[in-house]
């Protein structure tokens, strides 16, 4: 996070792309991570989180925002009361508060066939290259590639891997898998 903030002009938009977001829970804790970094550090930078997938109906429940509380159960309560508005008395669902909301945008979006987003900051997929061939991989690699600004950052799964296209990445952490 800090080293995507620090090339960055005071206003200047922070971007990212999570594809495969399935239900929307790691664009939330990508916002929230973002959103108190920028907080704790007394910075501006507006932050836009695209978030993809090809499933619909995921989508639709990552729109909605609302999620039962034992989804949230890993949240801090001190994240939990400021990110997320309970629904009801018995504090079993969970709306993501409006000022978090306005930071996503939820898109349904075939990662690999789909025309990429563009001039990214971060791009996160984890867990979703396991599933695919080694040329829709490939391919979805290079989309990510392109969808990169210049010295931005790639987050794969733990069990995810460059392959041929490792050459055209620098490895940043190999324990998070981030390049």
Not at 34 to 62: M, V
Request: proline letters at 5%; one cysteine or more.
């Amino acid at each position: 996070i800090p080293n995507i903030i620090e090339g960055k002009s005071p206003h200047e938009q922070i971007r990212i792309w999570i594809a495969a977001c399935s239900t929307g829970q790691e664009a939330l804790s990508i916002a929230i991570l973002f959103r108190e970094y920028l907080e704790e550090h007394h910075l501006a930078n507006p932050l836009k989180i695209f978030a993809s997938d090809i499933d619909k109906s995921a989508i639709a429940i990552a729109s909605e925002a609302i999620y039962d509380a034992s989804t949230l159960r890993e949240i801090p309560p001190k994240l939990l009361e400021k990110y997320f508005e309970p629904l009801d008395e018995g504090l079993s669902q969970y709306a993501v508060v409006k000022t978090l909301r306005e930071n996503i945008v939820y898109a349904v979006h075939d990662s690999i066939y789909d025309p990429p987003f563009i001039n990214m900051d971060l791009v996160s997929c984890r867990n979703m290259m396991i599933y695919l061939n080694v040329k829709n991989q490939k391919m979805l690699l290079s989309n990510f590639h392109f969808a990169l600004n210049y010295k931005s950052f790639l987050f794969l799964g733990p069990s995810e891997s460059l392959g041929d296209l490792k050459k055209v990445f620098k490895v940043v952490s190999s324990k998070w898998n981030i390049f």
